[in-house]
């Protein structure tokens, strides 16, 4: 059996379709925002990235400059509305739901960090305590981060709660 004949051609042909669906959600998502932006009169570089099949799209901006503040706010909720406002661009334009991540000024991965010591730090707590802990409420991305986190320490977590106060809950498994 020669090389090419253990390629599954059928699936790399959907691989390779599903690439250049998430590259032309990236390059939709990144013409809406370059265009927010000169309305904005706001300077920024944006960076695309394909991780996992899921569109990360980052408005980057030097150092010094935090002109691009404005468009996180207070715990990231205009970034949040952004990236929802951006997503809705996406579905206009190609009529498919878009996952995309919109990062600015780097803001999401300083709070995935912060995140990730939070729920270390819960995951001791609930180690030591053997009793359930109670995080405060979060985003539904910032619960995803969390929840993976936990999932990878061997414990268990769950969301509690309704709509703002929609927050995770940490407990031992039971062996």
Do not use: F
């Not at 669906?21 to 370059?34: I, K, Q, R, T």
């Not at 952004?82 to 991540?101: K, N």
């Not at 995803?144 to 977590?157: E, M, N, P, Q, W």
């Amino acid at each position: 059996m020669t090389a090419t004949e253990n390629i599954d051609a059928p699936a790399l042909e959907t691989q390779i379709e599903d690439e250049s669906e998430v590259l032309d959600e990236g390059e939709v998502a990144a013409d809406y925002l370059e265009e927010l932006l000169d309305i904005a009169d706001l300077d920024g570089d944006i960076d695309i990235e394909i991780r996992g099949g899921r569109t990360y799209i980052s408005i980057l901006t030097e150092d010094a400059d935090t002109s691009l503040n404005s468009l996180i706010a207070d715990k990231g909720e205009t970034l949040d509305a952004l990236q929802e406002l951006t997503r809705l661009a996406v579905l206009t334009a190609t009529g498919e739901r878009s996952r995309l991540i919109l990062d600015i000024a780097g803001y999401r991965s300083d709070r995935a960090d912060q995140l990730k010591k939070m729920a270390e730090e819960a995951i001791d707590t609930a180690r030591s305590t053997g009793e359930k802990v109670h995080l405060d409420p979060m985003s539904a991305y910032e619960r995803k981060l969390v929840h993976d986190v936990i999932a990878d320490a061997g414990l268990h977590s769950e969301s509690e709660g309704e709509s703002t106060r929609r927050h995770i809950v940490i407990s031992v498994l039971d062996s």
